[in-house]
């Protein structure tokens, strides 16, 4: 069984850059989809970015163009690269993971879930 501890999170002024890394343990991530998802308060968890099993990428309209997930398969971790933050990305960042090469974009569709690392964004 896989387990995922992210970090990288933290407090950044609207424009700037993070840089959340998650680390995988107990199993290789390239057997793994693995998926970033976020959680505003009050609100539902979403999706943000997914590295498949065959290294294709996908992510969520409000993030395109500013965010890049990339696998490091040396040290077993996938990270998420955000540029230009908004206000708006303020959010608890989880990393997720599955073993089914099918798996969709669905938090209830992943059986692996890291702690999560808080981003604040201010204005």
């Known amino acids: 069984q896989v387990q995922l501890v992210e970090s990288g999170g933290g407090l950044v002024q609207a424009g700037g850059s993070l840089r959340l890394s998650c680390a995988a343990s107990?199993?290789?991530?390239?057997?793994?989809?693995i998926a970033w998802f976020r959680q505003a308060p009050g609100k539902e968890r979403e999706f943000v970015a997914r590295l498949s099993r065959g290294g294709y990428t996908s992510y969520a309209d409000s993030v395109k163009g500013r965010f890049t997930i990339s696998g490091d398969n040396a040290k077993n971790t996938v990270h998420l690269q955000i540029n230009s933050l908004k206000p708006e990305d303020t959010a608890v960042y989880y990393c997720a993971a599955d073993r089914s090469p099918l798996i969709g974009i669905r938090p209830t569709e992943y059986d692996y879930w890291g702690q999560g690392t808080q981003v604040t964004v201010s204005s």
């Open positions: 107990g199993g290789t991530f390239s057997s793994y989809t």
